[in-house]
Structures are given as C-alpha cells and as structure tokens.
C-alpha cells in the first residue's frame, strides 16, 4: 500500500507559477494527470522511480518541469507560465510496478492522491 499526500494548489494570475508537491509513503514512478471541469483526465508529467527518467504531455513540455527528491520520497511539479486552460483538478498518482520507466497511461497507476485544485485567473 503506498499512500500519498498532495499539496501546492491555489488560484494564481495567469502567467503564474505554482509548485505542486506529492509525498509518497515509499520510493516509486510517480505521474501527475490532470482533470479540468468537463474534460477527461489526462497525463501531465512523470519521473521514473530508478533512474529518474521523465516524461512530459505536449501542452505542458518545457512549462511543467518534474522532479524528485529520493530522500524524502516527494515528488514536484512546477507549473509555470500558466494560462486559465491550465486550470484543473491536478493529481499525483504512484506506479510500483513499474520503478524504471513512466507511463502516460492511467490505467497503470495504482495509487491515487487526493487532488489539489488549480485555478488560473485571467
């Protein structure tokens, strides 16, 4: 059981930043997707448990940058340059059986963090 505890959400002007964290409770693959109101969730970024290899969506590739600290087994998504089509419901969600790689597939994540929302003001 990997539990996870999310935070860093908030409403913020466009072209804001935010930094979005995810403590596991082991070392795993982490990803974070994202659901905006009417919309189906979708991938953003994940970083793999070993070796530390990421793996951006389109629309967020060069503003999202992820990373990790192993030490405290937290993950972190910072999301900058941020414009009102980025807001969402944004969640980490952890892959243990996968430690060398990262999915886009939400299918392949077992566990989930609560979410933590993000509202972009024009």
């Known amino acids: 059981q990997v539990q996870l505890v999310e935070s860093g959400g908030g409403l913020v002007q466009a072209g804001g930043s935010l930094r979005l964290s995810c403590t596991a409770s082991?070392?795993?693959?982490m990803g974070w997707f994202r659901q905006a109101p009417g919309k189906e969730r979708e991938f953003v970024a994940g970083?793999?448990?070993?070796?530390?290899?990421?793996s951006y969506a389109d629309s967020v590739k060069g503003r999202f940058p992820i990373s990790r600290d192993n030490a405290k087994n937290t993950v972190y998504l910072q999301i900058q340059s941020l414009q009102p089509e980025d807001t969402a419901v944004y969640y980490c969600?952890?892959?243990?059986?996968?430690?060398?790689?990262?999915?886009?597939?939400?299918?392949?994540?077992?566990?989930w963090g609560q979410g933590t929302q993000v509202t972009v003001s024009s």
């Open positions: 969600a952890a892959s243990p059986s996968l430690p060398y790689r990262v999915s886009s597939n939400g299918q392949q994540y077992t566990y």
């Open positions: 970083i793999s448990a070993i070796g530390g290899g990421t």
């Open positions: 082991g070392r795993t693959s």
